[in-house]
């Protein structure tokens, strides 16, 4: 079979790769790498396996504790990030101890570009940082809880609405505050059948065993690719007392005028 230059085989990976030799110079680098030296250096483009000892690189410290250990026998990793005049660039880097044929030791490096990766994660802590904060200082209660009824998380005003704290809520069966099962059971059809429930009107049970007439929404959703159902919650008892009282005053106003005309 045709034997393929080893230049040719490192031009193939997306990584970078250089390869040192135990003086630290430069033995092989690909395409890849001869970009980040370019960019590093702002200077021509290296020849491949031109003898160079690359200062800016080898100067971060963590890059010569590897190679140091490489050199030893010893493989290893480390995630460094590199400054540029653009702006910075983090890359996982490997370290390969590597013999080569005349018995000379060595060090292959790879470098994987994370940057995108990295931001990708920033901007999700930061979506996640978000949407806890909007959950927890919602006015509104909310909760999560798992398809058999363990509660996974409540915010304050969930809490507020129950009289549980943060810790006794966690993992309490939701079905215990439910005043009618059959309720419980209208809701886990609804969302079998792919549908959610909005402003359902339900009496629930509080810490203490009192009940209220709470304005339910109910959906199901994917976390950490598993599915809950959110719920958010309202106290209306008041209002719903205030409409009944309401009701029943029109009624009695209703009837002494009717008897007035009679």
């Known amino acids: 079979s045709q034997r393929i230059p080893l230049s040719a085989v490192l031009d193939i990976s997306s990584n970078y790769i250089i390869i040192f030799n135990s003086k630290l110079q430069l033995v092989q680098v690909n395409d890849p790498f001869r970009w980040f030296l370019q960019k590093a250096q702002r200077t021509a483009l290296i020849e491949p396996n031109h003898n160079l000892t690359v200062d800016f690189f080898l100067n971060e410290l963590s890059i010569k504790n590897n190679i140091v250990a490489a050199l030893n026998g010893q493989e290893s990793s480390d995630e460094i990030t590199f400054q540029f005049i653009d702006g910075q660039e983090i890359f996982h880097v490997k370290f390969f101890p590597t013999i080569f044929e005349d018995g000379e030791k060595g060090v292959t490096i790879c470098m994987e570009n994370i940057t995108q990766h990295k931001q990708a994660e920033e901007q999700l802590q930061h979506s996640e940082h978000r949407y ?14 798992t398809l058999d009824g363990k509660i996974l998380a409540s915010n304050k005003a969930a809490r507020k609405i129950t009289g549980f704290t943060k810790d006794e809520l966690l993992g309490y069966d939701l079905n215990n505050m439910y005043v009618d099962q059959n309720e419980r059971q209208y809701l886990l059809d609804q969302l079998t059948h792919g549908k959610s429930v909005s402003d ?19 959906t199901q959703i994917v976390l950490d690719d598993q599915p809950v159902i959110q719920t958010t919650i309202q106290d209306v008892t008041e209002q719903i007392n205030l409409e009944e009282q309401l009701r029943s005053s029109e009624q009695r106003y209703r009837e002494l005028f009717e008897g007035i005309n009679d």
């Open 132 to 145: 806890r904060s909007l959950f927890e200082l919602s006015p509104i209660g909310i909760g999560l809880a």
């Open 200 to 218: 359902y009107l339900i009496k629930l049970k509080r810490k203490n065993g009192t009940t209220y007439t709470a304005c339910v929404n109910v």
